[in-house]
């Protein structure tokens, strides 16, 4: 037995898209997969060279954006999940690139409203209002941005907003000649973890004063489930306590995915470092750091010996962990020194 990996249909077109259930076992169509996973994120990115005839290589450039992509261990369990985010297909001297960044449908224009019925004109309280591309909300999900406009009329502001919408509110699209042919045609494929789209919506908070840290991560995760529904779990079955007092902010518009990160580098209530990422199946694991349970005599580690020559590595219990099912968040003891 050995890992696969799997391509299933985009989070949201789920059994939409193709009327069915998409899925595409890449297996044995695929080179060079690599992934990382972060302390802070969880499943944080992936790549892989993905080959095929022109038929089929055609097929994934023009609809494989945003696609689920999940590596399994021999035993099937899950090692990495994430999207297709961005792609670049090489066929004999032409490369073409199409991805997700640079792509907003949703453009939140903050500006203060200028009376030009005055004169000299004047400015208004600030105010942030938001435009939308639908379409493109409807088979990307919501992407947003956030402009800061100064001084502008209604007028100039819903302009600004809608050159921006018209011109970036599809994958962006890039090609390129190279004088010397690059092969057989296949297209390198970069996977982003699911912590990236919650960079996609800024976090407005309903409520302002303190709650519990895990309390208000919670809050965010179903902040940003409004926008798009059933991205990412909103369980807190995986979520420890942390009491540390947070205080929730209105109106500065930081993404979802930077308020979370910063409440996990605030640690706990006693300065302890916590961390917290997308794991299994989309769900949020926070808790405190390995490193501070030392203190109780009960934590998760690895070992190693520097003897070895293969540098294999063992769980506490002594037992070998494959490269693929290496995690953060462990103690990585050298036992022979």
Not at 66 to 81: D, K, L, Q, S
Not at 193 to 212: H, K, Q, R
Not at 260 to 288: A, L
Request: charged content about 20%; aromatic content about 14%; hydrophobic content about 35%.
């Amino acid at each position: 037995m050995k890992p696969t990996l799997i391509a299933y249909e985009p989070l949201q077109h789920s059994g939409l898209l193709y009327a069915r259930e998409f899925v595409d076992d890449l297996t044995a169509k695929h080179q060079n997969y690599t992934h990382t996973i972060g302390a802070v994120g969880g499943f944080e990115q992936a790549s892989f060279v993905l080959k095929g005839d022109r038929a089929y290589l055609d097929a994934w450039f023009d609809d494989g954006l945003m696609r689920r992509v999940v590596f399994y261990n021999p035993e099937g369990a899950p090692v990495w999940e994430g999207f297709v985010e961005q792609m670049k297909y090489s066929v004999g001297t032409i490369q073409k690139t199409k991805g997700m960044k640079g792509m907003y449908n949703r453009v939140y224009m903050r500006f203060s409203p200028l009376n030009t019925a005055t004169g000299p004109p004047i400015a208004g309280i600030p105010i942030t209002l938001p435009y939308d591309d639908a379409d493109s909300q409807s088979k990307w999900g919501i992407k947003s941005t956030v402009v800061n406009g100064g001084e502008l009329t209604h007028a100039e502001a819903y302009a600004w907003a809608q050159v921006i919408l018209r011109t970036a509110s599809e994958p962006q699209l890039g090609e390129t000649v190279n004088t010397q042919e690059s092969g057989s045609p296949n297209i390198v494929v970069t996977l982003k973890g699911y912590f990236e789209v919650l960079n996609w919506v800024p976090y407005l908070s309903v409520s302002l004063g303190e709650l519990p840290a895990h309390q208000v991560v919670t809050e965010v995760l179903q902040y940003f489930n409004v926008f798009n529904s059933g991205w990412v779990s909103t369980a807190s079955d995986w979520m420890d306590w942390n009491h540390r007092p947070e205080r929730r902010v209105a109106d500065e518009y930081h993404t979802c995915w930077k308020v979370i990160t910063n409440i996990i580098k605030r640690g706990g209530y006693s300065g302890e470092r916590w961390v917290g990422g997308f794991y299994q199946d989309r769900t949020f694991i926070y808790k405190p750091a390995e490193d501070f349970k030392t203190l109780y005599g009960e934590y998760l580690f690895y070992a190693r010996r520097l003897n070895d020559p293969a540098q294999r590595i063992y769980d506490e219990n002594g037992v070998e962990v494959r490269p693929w099912d290496v995690v953060p968040d462990r103690i990585l003891m050298t036992v022979d020194v």
